[in-house]
Protein backbone atom coordinates (compact mmCIF):
# COMPACT_ATOMS: atom_id res chain seq x y z
CA UNK A 1 0.00 0.00 0.00
CA UNK A 2 2.14 3.13 -1.43
CA UNK A 3 0.49 6.41 0.15
CA UNK A 4 1.33 10.24 -0.15
CA UNK A 5 4.20 11.15 1.03
CA UNK A 6 3.23 13.66 4.24
CA UNK A 7 0.83 10.51 5.18
CA UNK A 8 3.30 7.74 5.57
CA UNK A 9 4.67 8.86 8.36
CA UNK A 10 1.59 9.25 10.58
CA UNK A 11 -0.07 6.42 8.84
CA UNK A 12 3.17 4.28 10.27
CA UNK A 13 3.25 5.71 13.45
CA UNK A 14 -0.82 4.62 13.88
CA UNK A 15 1.11 1.02 13.22
CA UNK A 16 3.26 1.68 15.71
CA UNK A 17 1.03 2.40 18.79
CA UNK A 18 -1.71 -0.08 17.09
CA UNK A 19 1.07 -2.62 17.34
CA UNK A 20 2.20 -1.64 20.98
CA UNK A 21 -1.71 -2.54 21.89
CA UNK A 22 -2.26 -5.22 20.45
CA UNK A 23 0.62 -7.46 19.11
CA UNK A 24 3.19 -9.21 20.75
CA UNK A 25 6.75 -7.22 21.37
CA UNK A 26 9.42 -9.23 19.97
CA UNK A 27 12.48 -6.03 20.00
CA UNK A 28 14.00 -3.10 18.51
CA UNK A 29 17.49 -2.64 17.01
CA UNK A 30 19.36 -0.45 14.77
CA UNK A 31 19.22 -1.67 11.24
CA UNK A 32 18.40 -1.30 7.95
CA UNK A 33 15.88 -2.03 5.03
CA UNK A 34 16.28 -2.33 1.28
CA UNK A 35 13.73 -3.58 -1.51
CA UNK A 36 15.49 -5.96 -4.25
CA UNK A 37 14.00 -5.47 -7.47
CA UNK A 38 13.80 -3.96 -10.65
CA UNK A 39 15.26 -0.63 -8.46
CA UNK A 40 17.09 -1.20 -5.15
CA UNK A 41 16.01 0.89 -2.71
CA UNK A 42 16.66 2.14 1.13
CA UNK A 43 16.14 3.23 4.48
CA UNK A 44 18.36 4.76 6.03
CA UNK A 45 18.94 7.55 8.87
CA UNK A 46 21.04 10.68 9.16
CA UNK A 47 24.20 9.92 11.15
CA UNK A 48 23.88 5.78 11.68
CA UNK A 49 21.12 3.15 11.38
CA UNK A 50 17.35 3.77 12.18
CA UNK A 51 16.08 2.06 15.58
CA UNK A 52 13.42 -0.84 14.34
CA UNK A 53 10.35 -2.63 16.15
CA UNK A 54 9.47 -6.07 15.55
CA UNK A 55 6.41 -7.13 16.70
CA UNK A 56 4.27 -10.52 16.29
CA UNK A 57 0.49 -10.51 15.69
CA UNK A 58 -1.50 -13.29 13.96
CA UNK A 59 0.83 -15.46 12.34
CA UNK A 60 2.59 -12.30 11.13
CA UNK A 61 5.82 -10.20 11.72
CA UNK A 62 5.44 -6.23 11.91
CA UNK A 63 8.21 -4.11 11.86
CA UNK A 64 8.41 -0.83 12.04
CA UNK A 65 10.23 1.98 12.20
CA UNK A 66 9.53 5.86 12.31
CA UNK A 67 12.53 8.43 12.41
CA UNK A 68 11.87 12.06 11.91
CA UNK A 69 10.60 12.19 8.58
CA UNK A 70 11.49 8.52 7.82
CA UNK A 71 8.94 5.57 8.30
CA UNK A 72 8.61 1.98 7.67
CA UNK A 73 6.10 -0.06 8.62
CA UNK A 74 5.48 -3.99 7.32
CA UNK A 75 3.12 -6.56 8.02
CA UNK A 76 3.25 -9.88 6.70
CA UNK A 77 4.96 -13.34 6.85
CA UNK A 78 8.93 -13.19 6.24
CA UNK A 79 10.04 -15.85 3.53
CA UNK A 80 13.45 -16.07 5.98
CA UNK A 81 14.71 -15.47 9.04
CA UNK A 82 18.69 -15.56 9.21
CA UNK A 83 21.98 -14.80 11.59
CA UNK A 84 25.19 -14.07 11.17
CA UNK A 85 27.22 -14.91 14.69
CA UNK A 86 30.37 -12.75 13.47
CA UNK A 87 28.69 -9.08 12.82
CA UNK A 88 25.46 -10.06 14.71
CA UNK A 89 23.28 -9.08 11.96
CA UNK A 90 19.68 -10.63 11.74
CA UNK A 91 17.95 -10.83 8.32
CA UNK A 92 14.26 -10.78 7.52
CA UNK A 93 13.66 -11.72 3.85
CA UNK A 94 10.03 -10.24 3.31
CA UNK A 95 8.46 -11.28 -0.38
CA UNK A 96 7.22 -8.03 -2.51
CA UNK A 97 5.70 -7.37 -5.35
CA UNK A 98 8.63 -6.63 -7.56
CA UNK A 99 11.35 -8.16 -5.63
CA UNK A 100 11.81 -8.34 -1.95
CA UNK A 101 12.62 -6.54 1.25
CA UNK A 102 15.52 -7.15 3.21
CA UNK A 103 15.15 -6.16 6.81
CA UNK A 104 18.70 -6.43 8.65
CA UNK A 105 18.62 -5.82 12.56
CA UNK A 106 21.95 -5.75 14.33
CA UNK A 107 21.07 -7.82 17.07
CA UNK A 108 22.19 -10.81 19.09
CA UNK A 109 21.52 -14.56 19.24
CA UNK A 110 18.44 -13.88 21.73
CA UNK A 111 16.64 -11.80 19.22
CA UNK A 112 17.07 -13.76 16.92
CA UNK A 113 15.75 -17.07 18.33
CA UNK A 114 13.07 -14.80 19.38
CA UNK A 115 12.47 -13.96 16.13
CA UNK A 116 12.54 -16.76 14.32
CA UNK A 117 10.41 -18.82 17.46
CA UNK A 118 7.39 -16.30 16.02
CA UNK A 119 7.76 -17.04 12.60
CA UNK A 120 8.22 -21.01 12.85
CA UNK A 121 4.88 -20.99 15.26
CA UNK A 122 3.03 -19.96 11.74
CA UNK A 123 4.12 -23.14 9.95
CA UNK A 124 2.84 -22.36 6.18
CA UNK A 125 0.35 -20.60 7.10
CA UNK A 126 -0.17 -16.99 5.00
CA UNK A 127 -1.73 -13.86 6.60
CA UNK A 128 -2.46 -10.83 5.12
CA UNK A 129 0.40 -8.22 3.39
CA UNK A 130 0.78 -4.37 3.83
CA UNK A 131 3.92 -2.10 3.04
CA UNK A 132 4.07 0.90 4.09
CA UNK A 133 7.13 3.71 3.75
CA UNK A 134 8.24 7.30 3.11
CA UNK A 135 11.45 6.26 2.22
CA UNK A 136 11.54 3.08 0.31
CA UNK A 137 10.39 5.18 -2.94
CA UNK A 138 12.93 6.66 -4.15
CA UNK A 139 16.38 4.40 -6.09
CA UNK A 140 19.11 4.27 -4.45
CA UNK A 141 22.53 4.40 -6.84
Excluded at 58 to 85: F, Q, T, W
Aim: aromatic share 8%; proline share 4%; glycine share 10%.
Amino acid sequence: MWLSESSKVYEALGDYVHSLCHSQYLGTARGSAVVYGEHRVSLTAEGGLPFISVFYSHCELEVISVDGENALSVRMKPESVSYDGPSGAIEIVFPEMDGVLVVTLMGNRGLFRTIKGAVESCGKRRGRREFISSVLAEPVP
